[in-house]
């Protein structure tokens, strides 16, 4: 029993009360190889996520450096993000999809992590003219270059699933992406997570990439939970 428990993983999750977030700490919380989930969240979890494995710590991403010992786990799932729409500024917007990912990514290094796994987008490209898509492949890019043992980077492109308030578009949106072809038709998100979740109990040296396609073959039961409020993905 005891070697048993000792065998457990730690995981920090980054991200848990969005829409990919959510599935993956649900995922976590009902595995019997992690022993403990340590969640950064700028607000408390809803109840009925707060399961006896789930650690919450709250705080303002700018003082993550005020909480080194949070850092020391086996694995990081960060699915952190935002619009230009709600972030208003690019500024805004990279500071939340760039610089807390990468700061997250540089202290968990820092602790020991061996795993980094984080939420792209398809058509993620640093050279990219598209301003979204250039950010996410610098971010993937900043990753990559830490130095982590294995690194799974999941580039979806339409996320499906319920939220609790819509975007502009989303609805006509996700009706268009399920007529295309895989590798560009919708995903769910619990499907995201489900992928990075198998991925972190199969980690391969280097960079692992999920695409589209990959992750549509995942078979998840139910449907994707709610998100329970703005702010990420």
């Not at 619990?190 to 990075?196: D, F, G, H, I, T």
Request: hydrophobic share 45%.
């Amino acid at each position: 029993m005891n070697n048993q428990m000792t065998m457990k993983k730690r995981a920090l999750l980054a991200g848990a009360t969005g829409l990919v977030g959510r599935n993956i700490l649900h995922l976590l919380s009902k595995d019997s190889l992690i022993g403990e989930v340590r969640v950064l969240t700028r607000r408390s979890l809803p109840t009925e996520d707060k399961t006896p494995v789930v650690k919450e710590l709250i705080l303002d991403f700018e003082r993550l450096r005020e909480y080194p010992e949070w850092f020391d786990v086996d694995m990081v799932f960060c699915a952190l993000g935002t619009t230009i729409a709600k972030a208003r500024t690019r500024n805004a917007f990279r500071r939340v999809d760039f610089e807390y990912p990468l700061a997250i990514a540089k202290a968990a290094h820092s602790a020991g992590a061996s795993h980094f796994l984080v939420v792209s987008a398809m058509g993620a490209d640093s050279r990219s003219v598209f301003f979204y898509n250039r950010v996410k492949g610098e971010l993937e890019n900043a990753i990559q270059s830490l130095g982590y043992p294995s690194v799974t980077i999941a580039r979806p492109s339409m996320l499906l699933g319920e939220r609790e308030e819509s975007r502009f578009g989303e609805k006509l949106a996700k009706r268009i992406f399920c007529l295309l072809p895989p590798k560009w038709a919708g995903v769910e998100a619990s499907q995201v997570a489900a992928a990075l979740v198998k991925s972190a109990h199969e980690p391969k040296l280097g960079v692992a990439i999920l695409d589209n396609r990959e992750m549509r073959k995942i078979h998840v039961e139910g449907h994707s939970v709610i998100k329970q409020g703005p702010g990420d993905a």
